[in-house]
């Protein structure tokens, strides 16, 4: 299956509330790779990459988050994906 990648931008009270480690949490389980960091505007930002459907997946959890997030908006972009990247690391 083809590999699509998105650049995920979430907004909200994301940041100490294990957004990160919850985001590597649901990658792994997903088969993705990519990263996740936190940003200094207090968004944090995400880049993950496989198949469409578990992608998708990611997303839909993205829009809320672990439990004690407050996510506001989501911003969605796509992107090439990166050969030879893997495993998901929180920067």
Request: no cysteine; aromatic share 6%; charged share 30%.
């Amino acid at each position: 299956m083809a590999q699509v990648r998105r650049r995920i931008v979430v907004h909200g009270q994301v940041q100490g509330v294990f957004f990160r480690d919850g985001s590597q949490r649901e990658a792994e389980q997903r088969g993705l790779t990519g990263w996740v960091r936190n940003r200094e505007d207090g968004t944090v930002e995400v880049a993950v990459q496989g198949d469409s459907d578990a992608v998708a997946g990611f997303v839909r959890w993205a829009r809320r988050g672990p439990s004690a997030a407050e996510v506001n908006a989501v911003d969605v972009d796509d992107e090439a994906p990166v050969d030879g990247e893997s495993g998901f690391e929180v920067r």
